[in-house]
């Protein structure tokens, strides 16, 4: 009688946490694999998540920016949105490799100005210089 | 002692209420794991994938590469990358009256409305904002000490790419008109094209010296009834440096003139009337342009 008591008990206990784990569990497994396959980090991803070419395209553009409203506290702010380690390395390495590659002139001239403005300047970059004011 | 064991039918048993509520809460437990405490981290993505602001950023880049650069397949390219390649023009023109609501710097909100018109769009409370980027010609200014930026437009080592968006005058009519007496410039051509490639409504101004050269740097002032907007040659390098344009509106009368040593009411040519027309590789109607040539006398 005993015995059967202690069986019942054993069953019993097995069977709640049974009730208990496996609903938990399944809610843990259900929500992983909602969350990674629906992230919402795509809902928060920034310029530096982008692809390489992306990447100097959207530098580019600043460039474009640039030299069209001469704004440079955004035209940078828009820089460091890409989070690079070495941003003067960074778009004066992307500046001679359009030179290199003889890309659009436009793109060119904005690219040196960005380079220029962060400091980084080198002899390739010396045709697309922005005209010097005589005397200065 | 007998124990009774009294076996409730199934039909009666209740609802697994603790189990649902156990469920839910790993639900939520997995959620939360996934999404802020290990998530997944996109690399490498494409503009699509920007969050919202990041998108809208982007945007506004790719229209003042355009106003930069007047290369309209590039731009679609870019909008495409973005994922609007069906009839961003609409998008851009969502975003522009959204940027001239929010008060935006000019230069974005005209850039914005500039791009989307290109593209067909029909932006409404940004429309104010159309027409060239008006303000100084490039003039960036130099945060290194000993490089002194000068309002001309610096010297190319390699050929500058032929010009984009302008073509042949099509049609219309080349009647200089007088120009009143003392002026450095003269009217030597005015023309009217339809071309469904060019911006709707463009008014192209080539500004020369007296050898034929590009003049930079020169203020045109563009009036209708109720308005006027200034612009300057020279904005877009990759056009030449004399090359200036404005984008019209339909059913207005132009008149422009070019701003000499400050003095505006140096009237040059008026009545530009904006209508419609039918481009000849097209069904559609599609809003004429002028071509207007200056060139200064010696």
């Known amino acids: 009688m005993a015995k059967a008591s202690q069986r019942m008990t054993t069953t019993t206990r097995r069977r709640a946490s049974l009730t208990t784990f496996l609903p938990l569990l399944a809610g843990i497994g259900l929500g992983l694999l909602i969350g990674w396959l629906a992230p919402v980090q795509r809902f928060t991803t920034g310029f530096d998540r982008l692809h390489p070419d992306y990447k100097a395209d959207y530098v580019v553009m600043v460039g474009n920016a640039y030299l069209l409203d001469g704004d440079w506290p955004t035209a940078e702010a828009r820089l460091i949105a890409l989070d690079v380690v070495n941003l003067p390395a960074y778009v004066g390495g992307l500046t001679e490799r359009y030179i290199a590659e003889g890309r659009n002139v436009n793109d060119i001239r904005g690219l040196v100005s960005l380079s220029v403005a962060l400091g980084y300047t080198s002899p390739v970059m010396e045709p697309y210089l ?6 200065g | 002692m007998v124990t009774r064991h009294v076996r409730r039918p199934r039909t009666s048993r209740t609802f697994p209420f603790g189990a649902l509520l156990l469920g839910v809460v790993g639900l939520t437990v997995g959620l939360g ?9 996109y690399v490498d993505v ?3 994938q920007l969050a919202d602001e990041e998108q809208r950023t982007y945007l506004i880049l790719v229209s003042l590469g355009y106003a930069s650069d007047g290369d309209l397949s590039r731009a679609r390219q870019r909008l495409a990358a973005m994922g609007l390649d069906d009839d961003p023009g609409a998008a851009l023109a969502e975003v522009a009256d959204e940027a ?7 230069t974005s909100v005209r850039a914005l409305t500039n791009l989307a018109l290109a593209l067909g769009g029909e932006p409404e409370l940004a429309m104010p904002f159309a027409g060239t980027l008006a303000g100084p010609p490039a003039l960036p200014p130099s945060p290194v000490p000993g490089t002194v930026f000068a309002p001309t437009v610096a010297p190319s080592a390699t050929p500058t790419p032929p010009p984009a968006t302008p073509t042949p005058p099509a049609e219309g009519t080349i009647t200089p008109s ?8 003269v009217l030597a051509d005015q023309a009217s094209f339809c071309d469904a ?6 008014l192209i101004v080539s500004v020369q010296d007296a050898n034929g050269d590009g003049v930079p740097g020169v203020e045109i002032v563009a009036k209708w009834e109720g308005g006027q907007d200034s612009f300057f040659t020279g904005l877009k390098p990759e056009q030449g440096p004399g090359y200036a344009d404005f984008v019209m509106m339909e059913g207005l009368s132009y008149s422009v003139e070019i701003v000499e040593d400050g003095d505006t009411e140096s009237r040059v040519v008026s009545d530009l009337q904006t209508g419609l027309c039918t481009p000849e590789d097209s069904t559609e109607a599609h809003l004429q342009g002028y071509r207007l040539l200056f060139r200064q006398t010696r």
């Open chain 2, 178 to 185: 007088p120009t009143p007496s003392g002026n450095r410039y």
């Open chain 1, 130 to 135: 922005p005209a010097r004011v005589p005397g």
């Open chain 2, 197 to 202: 490639d060019v911006t709707p409504g463009l």
């Open chain 2, 46 to 48: 494409e503009p699509a």
């Open chain 2, 100 to 106: 001239a609501t929010l008060g935006l710097a000019d």
């Open chain 2, 33 to 41: 794991y996934a999404w802020f405490v290990n998530p997944v981290e």
